[in-house]
């Protein structure tokens, strides 16, 4: 199995950026497409962005697109999430999800999870 750490949360002002990292130990990260989900309090988990395991597709929620840039270094097992321009609303625990085969933006097609980072952001 494939075990995941997040890293790299932390308070920033509405603005700035911040870039989460997800590192993979186990097993390769190549072998599987991972994803950025959030969550913030008293919602529930949503999609952020996907990747695939070439890194050739990716995938953004609506409400992120153009400010975040999900990307991946097969190499040193790791997937990133560079967040700019963030605005309170993107305050939530993030958290990064595998699966093998094909992305998905369902967090119940996921089997592996990092234990979330959290990330706020002041206005």
């Known amino acids: 199995q494939v075990q995941l750490v997040e890293s790299g949360g932390g308070l920033v002002q509405a603005g700035g950026s911040l870039r989460l990292s997800c590192a993979a130990s186990?097993?390769?990260?190549?072998?599987?497409?991972v994803a950025w989900f959030r969550q913030a309090p008293g919602k529930e988990r949503e999609f952020v962005s996907a990747?695939?395991?070439?890194?050739?597709?990716?995938y953004y929620a609506d409400s992120v697109k153009g400010r975040f840039t999900i990307s991946r270094d097969n190499a040193k097992n790791t997937v990133y999430l560079q967040m700019n321009s963030l605005k309170p609303e993107d305050t939530a625990v993030y958290y990064c999800?595998?699966?093998?085969?094909?992305?998905?933006?369902?967090?119940?097609?996921?089997?592996?999870w990092g234990q979330g980072t959290q990330v706020t952001v002041s206005s």
């Open positions: 186990r097993r390769a990260i190549s072998a599987y497409a």
């Open positions: 990747i695939s395991t070439s890194g050739t597709i990716t």
């Open positions: 999800a595998a699966r093998r085969d094909t992305t998905s933006q369902a967090p119940a097609a996921y089997s592996y």
